[in-house]
């Protein structure tokens, strides 16, 4: 499930990290002008969030500006030609922006991951049950009008969207057996649950193939992948959580990006997983997270933030390795990078 904060995603990890070998390396901010990146996310100024939207690196916030008692955030984005989409939620609730233009979707939901097909606007998220309070039910809407998924289960979420030709897949999390969430997708309004029979929480979705792929976290502890339901542990359960939020594919290879607790640092590491090997996005020393994984022909764009040195968090993204800090005018305060689109500069 998301877990919304102003930086930091999943808390309370532990677990030595000497034991892993440190194959990246130090970064330092880069510009990169053959492409141009649009992104979204959040800024947070002290006293609540406002959600995010940058265009070829440049941020603005999205509206409605919020107070200390009202947040909003930005969770998804899609680009067709001109257009810029983001989804997320607001004090409105259940939102997609459309070049900057806030439409309520819904006002007891959130919004959270979004997918574009044709002139069709898909958007995942979750609605609350009005007979069950504080339930929630997984929804999706299609240009504004909702589907529900799976009413008969006690609570369930969705995460995020996928839609593939004439098939839509939404991936998410439902109360299973009365005891835990356990991870799964929806093809076409039909459950596939993820294997083994344990807790988990899905983060992204991917289909290759004829494969469909999940990323996510198993028990709130270990970073994993579903294959056809299948899966496939990323870290050891020493480091007590970590979690995979985004998988590409590039001929036989799998990276998946992901977020580790340090201990060392008693703060957070960006990394991903190339056919199961860690690396660094960042020093150690650097307080970083991922967020999403973008692959553009041979080259991977990971979306994220990363601490700098006047101590401010601030949205990055790296390139085959290299950071690229994007830009904000604003009022000093954090930054969070949950998704990036790229396209041709």
């Known amino acids: 499930m998301k877990t919304i904060t102003s930086i930091v995603l999943f808390a309370g990890l532990s677990g030595l990290l000497s034991c892993h070998k440190n194959s990246g390396k130090p970064l330092t901010p880069g510009n990169d002008t053959t492409i141009k990146v649009y992104g979204t996310g959040w800024f947070y100024n002290g006293t609540s969030n406002t959600a995010m939207v ?40 259940a939102v997609e922006w459309k070049n900057g233009v806030e ?30 309070l504080p339930n929630t039910t997984a929804i999706y809407w299609k240009n504004g009008q909702p589907t529900i998924l799976s009413p008969e289960l006690p609570t369930s979420g969705s995460n995020g969207v996928l839609v593939d030709g004439s098939d839509v897949y939404v991936f998410g999390y439902g109360l299973k057996n009365g005891v835990y969430y356990r991870a799964l997708y929806w093809k076409n309004g039909t459950e596939v649950w993820m294997n083994p029979d344990t807790a988990g929480s899905p983060e992204s979705i991917l289909k290759n193939g004829s494969d469909i ?22 870290s050891s359960d020493t480091l007590e ?13 799998i990276y998946v990006a992901g977020t580790i607790y340090n201990r060392l640092i008693a703060d957070y ?23 999403s994984i973008t692959i553009s022909g041979n080259d991977i764009y990971i979306s994220g933030q990363a601490k700098g040195t006047d101590g401010h968090i601030h949205a990055v993204y790296w390139k085959n390795g290299k950071m690229t800090q994007l830009n904000y005018a604003g009022a000093t305060g954090d930054e969070n990078l949950t998704g990036i689109v790229v396209t041709a500069g």
Request: aromatic share 10%.
């Open 213 to 234: 792929y999940l990323t996510g976290s198993l028990n709130a502890k270990a970073a994993v992948y579903w294959k056809n339901g299948q899966m496939t542990v990323l």
């Open 54 to 93: 940058w265009k070829d690196g440049t941020g603005s916030l999205l509206p409605p500006m919020t107070t200390a008692d009202s947040s909003s955030f930005g969770w998804g984005i899609a680009v067709s030609g001109s257009d810029v989409y983001v989804s997320g939620s607001s004090p409105h609730g």
């Open 241 to 253: 959580q970590a979690d995979a939020s985004g998988i590409g594919i590039i001929g036989n290879d």
């Open 103 to 132: 439409e309520v979707l819904s006002a007891t939901g959130q919004g959270y991951g979004m997918a574009l097909a044709g002139s069709d606007v898909y958007v995942a998220g979750t609605q609350l049950i009005p007979t069950s």
């Open 269 to 291: 590491n960006a990394v991903y997983w190339k056919n199961g090997q860690m690396i660094y996005l960042t020093d150690p020393s650097v307080p970083s997270q991922s967020a």
